[in-house]
């Protein structure tokens, strides 16, 4: 599989399985299966509140012997309540626990977004921190404390726009390695592309399929439906694949690792196999024209009346 290869030679497998919405019950078998099929790059996080299971399926898989530990990246993310510095390493310790792991491949920023420590989602203004008072750079700056002693092998951020990463860089001298965004035919992000390209961060597209499967309370009532698409489903049909195999193998033409979520089988191993599927120029512009700026994952539920976060402030736009 083709992968994304970082300053130090590691390499990332530009294809993993999104654990975001797996149910407890269900990931244990979702992350077997998907090891088993061939993936190995696996995208966690512990506000998904799934990290002991996924634990519990790299565990027995590697003491199975079937696959290696430096076989598999592992990415995990630090959650909005644990930004100050002081917090940072005790959010990574739980997390290398529940997933019965020395070390992360890639250990990110989750948002840019602070809240008061103990708090899983906002519910009253209170409940968050304005960067003003906790700035990025110091959550940034214990992430990098984490790199130096080895416990995380490389660091990045998610949510970031242009300008935060802009930021994070003149603040810091560094630069994120990644930032993993919603990215898919109705949100191509194009100045991000061209951005990440010039700075040298990797990119990894999340909600590739349009994340149906959200919780109802944050979706809208008109969500565009990307398997419905004309274009997606006539260029799937010209590939005799499904529209979630050309959805993600986009994303990778454009250089950009993607990380499809599932717990059903038979979709993990389609998933799989979009690594195999060439889309040609005209199938790569024809989708380039269904951008519409949509964002399915827009930030409302860090911006309700009272938060220090509006949505001009959290995406930049
Ligand atoms: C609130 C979870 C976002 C997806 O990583």
Known sequence: METLTFDDGDEMPILGLGTWKSDPGDVYNAVKVALEVGYRHIDCAPIYGNEPEVGNALSDTFSAHDIDRGDVWVTSKLWNDCHDPEHVRPALENTLNDLQLDTLDLYLVHWPVAMQHGVDYPEQPDDFVPLGELPLAETWHAMQDLKAEGLVQHIGVSNFSVQKIQSLIDETGTTPEMNQIEMHPYLQQPDMLDFAEEKGVHLTAYSPLGSMDRPE??????????????????????????????????????????????????????????????????DMDAIADLDRHRRYLDGSIWTFEGSPYSKASLWDE
């Open 217 to 282: 309370e944050i979706k809208a009532d008109d969500e565009p439906n990307l398997f419905e698409d004309p274009t997606i489903q006539e260029i799937a049909d010209q590939h005799d694949a499904s529209a979630a195999q050309v959805l993600i193998s986009w994303a990778i033409h454009r250089g950009t690792a993607v990380i499809p979520k599932s717990v059903t089988p038979a979709h993990i191993e389609d998933n799989l196999a979009a690594a195999d599927l060439s889309l040609s120029n005209a």
